[in-house]
């Protein structure tokens, strides 16, 4: 008689968190990307809704689980340490002189941090590959519409690029690391080596701008922790909080510097210096900074002049003073270093990730503006879901036996042993 097989009972609940959480991953790894080419607020849109179907699903699955893992995130040393910058700022709304727009800032800030805790809290233990894998499809298709829309206008002789296919690239290319590591981590070189050469010729249609800089320090990163992971993840930590916490000593360093070259490189001397000048007058506000938001304004009312930086290092200096810089610089030493222990090509994938971010705000590319911070956080979020999507074991592997077949088989009841 043939045994029956005992099918699971069917669970609603279940099946309906699945649902949201493939639908929740598809609007951050799918949707996202190509929204990104054709609206400017499609971040801002779509990484809340997406965090919002992951938060319902781990509700409806586990509900104490979430609330453990949301805990245990805000309760770690850099949760803390991100939560008392974020606390720094919203403090700064006092001294600020212009406390509206300084406040629509600290809100934002203080929306990306909440959604990317309870983005995290509510990933599942174990990601399924099927909604891993719209990770490179989207990043991918993402890159080929925008190839296609650059080869369109410069067909048409068109030289300016509607601003939102300028933020689209800029999403597609830091989204393409979480795409390029899970790839890796699967084993399909040939899907990563694909994806590469498109998002690396999207990148140099950006040299102007920065962006294929900052991918050429990713990749750089990508190849140095490929080859050694716990050394190379130090090293670059060390650098981009280095970075950020000495800052101000930047433009006495780089001003002699510019200064050898025959038109002393133009705008950046005259960045460096307003840089410089602002260190010297104003030494007390290097504790406390000016506020939220002063650096933007400053410059639109003419209390900075308009060659002042518009790179992340200034104007964290400026706006949040020495303990905003020293708590990011935390931050920033505590994300790499937790990206470079993720197991196998993520590590890569994750410092990589972090240094053009990084190098992308240092070169004054988005800096704290909503659709970067929404971008920054759909990312962290990949990562996540990626590392819980690796295999948790190995497969064993059959012992070789030098003894015969018949010597291993178990004797008949009441037989003699062999």
């Known amino acids: 008689m043939s045994r029956r097989h005992v099918h699971a009972p069917l669970d609603p609940a279940a099946d309906a968190a699945l649902l949201l959480r493939r639908i929740a991953f598809g609007t951050l790894a799918l949707v996202l990307p190509l929204a990104s080419l054709v609206s400017r607020r499609a971040a801002v849109v779509l990484v809340p809704i997406g965090v919002v179907l992951l938060i319902i699903a781990a509700l409806i699955e586990d509900p104490g689980g979430f609330g453990t893992m949301l805990k245990r995130s805000v309760l770690s040393l ?15 709304l006092v001294w600020s002189p212009y406390t509206t727009s300084a406040a629509d800032k600290a809100g934002n800030l203080v929306l990306a941090v909440l959604l990317g805790f309870c983005g995290h809290a509510a990933l599942p233990e174990r990601m399924r590959a099927s909604n891993l894998n719209l990770a490179p499809l989207g990043t991918g298709v993402a890159a080929t519409f925008a190839l296609a829309l650059i080869v369109i206008a410069a067909l048409r002789h068109t030289d300016a690029e509607p601003g939102s296919v300028e933020r689209g690239i800029s999403v597609i290319l830091i989204m393409a690391w979480p795409a390029l590591a899970w790839l890796l981590s699967r084993e399909r070189g040939l899907s990563a080596l694909g994806l590469a050469l498109v998002v690396g010729l999207l990148a140099l249609t950006r040299f102007e701008d920065g962006e294929a800089a900052a991918m050429i320090c990713g990749a750089v990163a990508f190849g140095a922790v490929s080859a050694n992971r716990e050394k190379s993840a130090a090293i670059v930590a060390a650098i981009l909080a280095g970075l950020m916490l000495l800052a101000p000593i930047l433009p006495f360093l780089l001003i002699p510097i510019l200064s050898r070259f025959p038109d002393g490189a133009g705008a950046a001397a005259q960045s460096l210096s307003v840089w410089a000048d602002v260190v010297s007058s104003a030494p007390v506000q290097l504790i406390t900074g000016h506020g939220l938001d002063t650096v933007l304004r400053g410059r639109l009312i003419g209390a900075l002049p308009q060659s002042a930086p518009t790179t992340l290092l200034f104007e964290t200096w400026y706006e949040l003073g020495l303990v905003g810089a020293a708590a990011a610089a935390t931050c920033l030493y505590f994300a790499v270093r937790a990206a470079g222990r993720m197991p196998g ?8 990730a972090f240094t053009t971010a990084f190098a992308l705000s240092a070169f004054g590319f988005a800096t704290l503006q909503p659709w970067w911070l929404m971008t920054l956080t759909a990312v962290v979020l990949m990562f996540g879901a990626i590392a819980r999507g690796q295999y948790r074991t190995d497969r064993p592997v059959a012992p070789l036996l030098d003894k015969p077949a018949a010597a291993t088989t178990r004797p ?3 037989g003699p042993a062999p």
């Open 78 to 92: 850099p949760g803390m340490i991100l939560i008392g910058l974020v606390a720094w700022s919203v403090l700064s």
């Open 345 to 352: 090509a993520l590590a890569a994938g994750g410092v990589a």
């Open 412 to 414: 008949k009841a009441g």
